[in-house]
């Protein structure tokens, strides 16, 4: 289910971007933006590329403006995806960093934030972080889910979906084409649980969080859909 389009445009990582700063929860290096005085949480799993992308921590930096305590965890234990190495290509990758162990992960950094006081929590995936996002949306250790143009997901994880739900997709788009995204939706519209489902046209996979900075177009493209998150966290993360 992986293929080029997962690891297309590749950001230039850097460990001191961004306003916040990186400390341990869990054991796990994260990038924190927002005071945890909020008791509003929001979890955002990375991309392949992890969490030292600069448009991951802009992204982190915005939603912590907005009123939330943010966390950006390194699941990848220091070796993200580096695109066209030989020894290490993404199918040799992804055995050592399946979406699996990021949702085991995941609980663990859930459990330090709730040990912490934090009640309140909500979580955002992107392409590989939005199958654990979705995996913790079926068992309910969130408040409310979004899931940017995802991969490895699943009809049957969007039947299984228990908290408020929204997936934001990408015209073009391999992983998760169209009727994929629709058909997520038809089973959404059926469910008891409240969704919002949105495909961004003329934009591809990886949009959000892998734009040009210098084209405004894409720019813009993303600001919406991270617009749309924030509308969705502002909504249920209370």
Not at 122 to 142: D, H, N, Q, T
Not at 230 to 235: G, H, M
């Amino acid at each position: 289910m992986s293929g080029p389009q997962c690891c297309s445009n590749p950001p230039t990582l850097d460990s001191a971007s961004g306003a916040g700063h990186v400390e341990k929860i869990a054991g796990f290096n994260t990038y924190v933006s927002g005071s945890i005085q909020s008791n509003l949480t929001i979890l955002l799993v990375s991309d392949v590329y992890g969490y030292e992308a600069p448009n991951l921590r802009k992204l982190a930096d915005k939603v912590a403006a907005a009123g939330f305590y943010v966390v950006a965890p390194d699941f990848f234990y220091g070796e993200p995806l580096v695109r066209d190495k030989p020894d290490r290509p993404l199918p040799a990758w992804i055995k050592d960093h399946g979406p699996d162990k990021g949702f085991e992960d995941a609980t663990l950094i859930i459990d330090a934030l709730k040990s912490k006081g934090v009640s309140s929590i909500g979580a955002a995936g992107f392409c590989w972080g939005a199958k654990v996002v979705v995996e913790l949306a079926k068992v309910a250790l969130i408040l409310a889910a979004v899931m940017l143009h995802p991969s490895f997901v699943t009809v049957d994880d969007i039947k299984s979906v228990k908290v408020p739900i929204a997936i934001l997709g990408a015209e073009i788009d391999n992983l998760s084409p169209p009727e994929l995204v629709k058909q997520f939706d038809e089973i959404l519209k059926v469910s008891e649980v409240d969704s919002f489902v949105k495909i961004f046209p003329k934009c591809a996979h990886g949009w959000t969080v892998r734009y040009d900075v210098n084209d405004t177009t894409a720019v813009s493209c993303a600001h919406e859909a991270h617009q749309d998150m924030l509308e969705w966290f502002a909504k249920y993360v209370k």
